[in-house]
């Protein structure tokens, strides 16, 4: 059975500061793995996809990778900004599993 | 309208009474699922749909019914929930081919409350 961890659960930072947020899964026959990030009450908004056969993606001041055989991605976030603040979560397809969800707060 | 729709945004209802959820997507997509977020746990996956064709029930109480009439709507019909069942609910579609193969896009959620 897939499972996907995304620790810390919450992470506050200040603005400016580049992170890093981690998510492993435990079986590594995947066909992709998204990020996403929702704002409290809202839908999930994708972020980025990357593919199986792929070790990255980027998109603005974000980076993600994928490293298929430690069952792991991270999500680097540049510079970050108060608007930032939300829940970020991963999600591996073949059986579809999700992430509990980082909940991120950068602070002014 | 673009992307995902969902309707009724919020939705209260009492556990005698029968309502239904709606989903959109104006994506040309084949597949959408269903989705029940509670708080603090991961998304559950509920339904999924391909071609209009339910591929999959992860265990789903009977009280909730899906209906896929063509590849753009997707509804979640409701009846005799539970105080439990209070949750957003998300729909989902899929991209099977092209630039966003295997690409989720999300609905903005209903949020519903049991009383």
């Known amino acids: 059975k897939q499972e996907v961890t995304q620790i810390p659960a919450a992470l506050s930072v200040p603005e400016g500061e580049n992170l890093v947020l981690n998510c492993s899964f435990t079986?590594?026959?995947?066909?992709?793995l998204q990020w996403f990030r929702q704002d409290p009450g809202k839908g999930l908004t994708s972020l980025l996809l990357?593919?199986?056969?792929?070790r990255e993606q980027t998109s603005g001041r974000l980076n993600a990778s994928l490293d298929k055989s430690s069952g792991r991605s991270t999500l680097y976030i540049a510079a970050s900004q108060p608007g930032d603040s939300a829940t970020y979560l991963c999600?591996?397809?073949?059986?579809?599993?999700f992430g509990k969800g980082i909940t991120l707060s950068v602070r002014p | 309208e673009t992307g995902v729709t969902q309707t009724p945004r919020h939705l209260v209802m009492g556990m005698t009474n029968k309502k239904s959820l709606k989903c959109e997507q104006h994506?040309?997509?084949?597949?959408m699922y269903w989705y029940k977020q509670s708080a603090k746990k991961p998304l559950e996956l509920m339904f999924v749909?391909?071609?209009?064709?339910?591929?999959e029930n992860n265990s789903v109480p009977s009280r909730f019914s899906p209906e896929c009439p063509n590849s753009s709507h997707l509804f979640l019909h409701l009846h005799t929930l539970q105080p439990e069942d209070s949750a957003l609910y998300l729909c989902?579609?899929?991209?099977?081919?092209?630039?966003?193969?295997?690409?989720?896009?999300f609905g903005p959620g209903t949020r519903l409350t049991v009383l």
């Open positions: 749909y391909n071609f209009k064709e339910q591929t």
């Open positions: 999600a591996v397809m073949r059986k579809l599993t």
């Open positions: 079986d590594s026959a995947i066909y992709n």
């Open positions: 989902a579609s899929l991209g099977l081919a092209g630039p966003s193969y295997n690409e989720q896009f």
């Open positions: 994506l040309g997509h084949n597949a």
């Open positions: 990357i593919q199986s056969s792929q």
